[in-house]
């Protein structure tokens, strides 16, 4: 009988523990048969799961919407280029504190053995 077959057959086994266990099925798993599966596939037989597997991904909303809300402008686009541009130019130097730490210890100040590995660790490929 198939229901002592879907009992008894192993769904394959997932990469991602929490993904349900028939082959490819986007979901999470839900219910625990012996095999890890989502609701939709826990209730069927699974001569039925790769058609049940390609609804779950037709049923699927996409996690990022990718039509643009409120399309910008291109003046708009060009102001925000701008603005990010005039942010890249000004930022502050990431290294600022090996920099620091550098010309404290030029300046004969006993740093700490870490300091002196961080600082030379950080500024390894500016030297
Ligand atoms: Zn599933």
Redesign the pocket.
Known sequence: MALETWKTKPAEPETDEL????HG???R?AVDTGSR??S???WAEPHK?PQ??QA?FHKRKPLVNTEPTNPMTQAEKVATLNALRDMMKNRPDPKAWAHTLRDRENAGEELTRTQREAWRTALKRDV
Do not use: E, F
């Not at 993904?19 to 028939?22: D, R």
């Open positions: 993904l349900c266990q028939a099925c986007p979901n798993w599966l989502c939709d596939h826990a799961w049940i597997t779950q």
